[in-house]
C-alpha cells in the first residue's frame, strides 16, 4: 500500500508532460501499476472484491494504451482478474477472463494454467484436462516449432 500510494504521489506532483509530449501515456502505465498493486495488496488481505474492482480499473487504463513493441505494459491484468475471480469462488467468470487472455495473447501459459483450473473448479474434468494438456504443450514449444505465419 505503501508503494501505491508513492504511485499516487508521482502522479499527482510529477510533470509527466515531456512523457507525454512524446506520446508515452505515463499517467496511464503509472495508473495500471498502481491499480496492480492495490489489487495485490487487497487480495493478500483476503479481500477479493476490492481486488477484484482494482484490477478492473487497471484494465481499464491497460486496455486504452496503444499498441507498441514492446508494449507499455507487460504485467497481465486480465489474467491477474482471472485468478481473483477464481479466487473469489467464481470460476466461470474466471474461465471466460482466461479465454478473453488467450484471444489476445495465444499460448499464454499462465492463462491456459489458470482456464484448467477454472475447469476444475467448475467440475469439468476433461475440459480442464484438455486445458492442462495445452499449459503443458506450451511450456514445451521448442523454438523450431515457431513459425511466422503463427502469429
Known amino acids: 500500500r505503501a508503494e501505491a500510494a508513492a504511485m499516487a504521489d508521482i502522479l499527482a506532483t510529477a510533470d509527466l508532460s515531456g512523457l507525454v509530449g512524446l506520446n508515452i501515456p505515463a499517467p496511464d502505465i503509472m495508473n495500471?501499476?498502481?491499480?496492480?498493486?492495490?489489487?495485490?495488496?487487497s487480495a493478500a488481505e483476503g479481500d477479493f472484491t476490492a481486488a477484484m474492482a482494482q484490477m478492473e480499473e487497471a484494465l481499464v487504463f491497460e486496455e486504452a494504451l496503444s499498441y507498441t513493441e514492446p508494449p507499455y505494459w507487460y504485467y497481465p491484468a486480465r489474467q491477474t482478474l482471472g485468478a481473483l475471480a477464481l479466487q473469489a469462488g467464481q470460476p466461470e467468470r474466471a474461465s471466460q477472463l482466461f479465454m478473453?487472455?488467450?484471444?489476445?495473447?495465444?499460448?499464454?501459459?499462465?492463462a491456459l494454467y489458470g482456464l484448467s483450473e477454472a475447469y476444475r473448479a467448475m467440475g469439468d474434468k476433461n475440459a480442464a484436462k484438455y486445458a492442462r494438456g495445452m499449459f503443458r504443450q506450451s511450456l514445451n514449444t521448442k523454438k523450431a516449432d515457431f513459425s511466422i505465419d503463427r502469429i
Do not use: D, K
Open 32 to 41: 495500471v501499476g498502481r491499480l496492480t498493486v492495490l489489487a495485490r495488496a
Open 100 to 110: 478473453e487472455t488467450l484471444v489476445r495473447q495465444p499460448n499464454s501459459s499462465g
